[in-house]
């Protein structure tokens, strides 16, 4: 009966050993879902405070920055256009340490011009363009309103090719058949000056620069003056000493 007594205790104590082992176990486990659960609770926190602050930023209205203007400058190069008259102007000599270019031909007419715009205009890229154009129109017998028009289209080109290119249209020159009839051939001071007040018209409604020559050559009858001209038609140095300085008026 002591034995059975005995056996009976040492299974109790063996329990409350066994039991004292899982409450211990039980606590260790309780203490590290408890720091776990700390852990956790402060990254919560954490993200929370971050995102927080990222949306604030994010609601914020943004800084208004104003884009500078972009100017758009050709650089200088200012291209002559036109015929013999151009192609004989010594553009260098006149005007030196200037970026001209001369892109006059011999024997050159409005139409010529017309359909070598690539090589005679854009491929310049002028920032100013002086043409004269239409004297030899006129030895071809083309009438007054076909050179008109003819010049009006080469202009209208280059406004649509060369935006930024500043246009100045000369006056066709006078001439003189006293010097040299057959020089001449045929073209008439009548019909010169009435296209160059067509074209002075045009300018004018086109906001461009027309420069009259025409007055500044004549002599007292109306024609071209013999100081000025080698044959009736083409111009001289002299001639183009009067023609130089009325040009660097628009020349900077």
């Known amino acids: 009966m002591k034995k059975i007594k005995k056996q009976n205790k040492n299974r109790k104590e063996t329990r409350l050993e066994r039991n004292k082992e899982v409450y211990n176990s039980n606590s260790i486990n309780n203490d590290q879902i408890n720091i776990n659960k700390k852990i956790i609770?402060?990254?919560?926190?954490?993200?929370?405070f971050n995102m927080f602050f990222y949306f604030s930023s994010s609601l914020e209205q943004p800084k208004t920055v104003k884009a500078k203007e972009t100017v758009i400058k050709v650089p200088d190069n200012y291209l002559f256009l036109g015929d013999s008259i151009t192609y004989y102007y010594d553009l260098e000599k006149h005007f030196p340490d200037m970026p001209v270019v001369n892109s006059g031909i011999s024997s050159n007419t409005t139409e010529d011009i017309l359909e070598d715009m690539k090589n005679r205009v854009y491929d310049y890229n002028p920032s100013k363009v002086f043409i004269l154009i239409g004297t030899n129109d006129l030895r071809d017998k083309k009438t007054v309103d076909e050179v008109v028009t003819n010049i009006k289209e080469i202009i209208k080109e280059i406004k649509k090719n060369r935006k930024n290119a500043e246009i100045y249209l000369e006056s066709i020159y006078p001439v003189n058949e006293k010097v040299n009839e057959k020089g001449v051939e045929g073209?008439?001071?009548?019909?010169?000056?009435?296209?160059?007040?067509?074209?002075?018209?045009?300018?004018?409604?086109?906001?461009?620069?027309?420069?009259n020559i025409y007055d500044k050559l004549v002599?007292?009858?109306?024609?071209?003056?013999?100081?000025?001209?080698t044959d009736g038609l083409h111009i001289n140095e002299n001639g183009y000493e009067v023609i130089t300085k009325e040009l660097k008026k628009y020349l900077n």
Not at 41 to 48: D, G, V
């Open 41 to 48: 609770i402060i990254l919560i926190i954490s993200l929370t």
């Open 187 to 211: 073209r008439k001071n009548e019909d010169i000056k009435e296209i160059n007040k067509q074209l002075k018209k045009y300018a004018k409604e086109e906001n461009i620069t027309f420069i």
């Open 219 to 229: 002599d007292d009858e109306g024609l071209l003056n013999e100081e000025y001209t």
